[in-house]
């Protein structure tokens, strides 16, 4: 069973930038789609942005409309940490981060398909 392992995280303020990672159990980078989810306590899971690889070049990658442009999704060369980097950072970026990964590409937007997850890491922006 894959495992996947969150670090990262804590209190920013506006504008400012910050990293999230999630280490994987093993390379699953190079044959899983790989996602960000973040939840605020009293909203449903949303996407964040997810990437794809094929072999070492980026076969897909996609964002929410909230975060492009200010976030980015990748992996690291050993393909067994995922990372997104924020930029540009809002209070409404506010919440609980999660990483997932899951094989089939089909609804990868949806929080519902994904079976393996992180544990999750708070996320405050203050104005």
């Known amino acids: 069973q894959v495992q996947l392992v969150q670090s990262g995280g804590g209190l920013r303020q506006a504008g400012d930038s910050l990293r999230l990672s999630c280490a994987a159990s093993?390379?699953?980078?190079?044959?899983?789609?790989m996602a960000w989810f973040r939840q605020d306590p009293e909203k449903e899971r949303e996407f964040v942005a997810a990437?794809?690889?094929?072999?070492?070049?980026?076969?897909?990658?996609d964002y929410s409309l909230s975060v492009k442009g200010r976030f980015t999704i990748s992996g690291n060369s050993d393909m067994d940490t995922l990372y997104l980097q924020m930029d540009s950072l809002k209070p409404e970026d506010t919440a609980i981060y999660y990483c997932?990964?899951?094989?089939?590409?089909?609804?990868?937007?949806?929080?519902?398909?994904?079976?393996?997850w992180g544990q999750g890491t708070q996320v405050t922006v203050s104005s």
């Open positions: 997932a990964g899951k094989t089939a590409l089909l609804d990868y937007r949806l929080p519902s398909s994904y079976a393996v």
């Open positions: 093993g390379r699953i980078l190079s044959d899983h789609i």
């Open positions: 990437i794809r690889y094929s072999g070492a070049s980026t076969y897909y990658e």
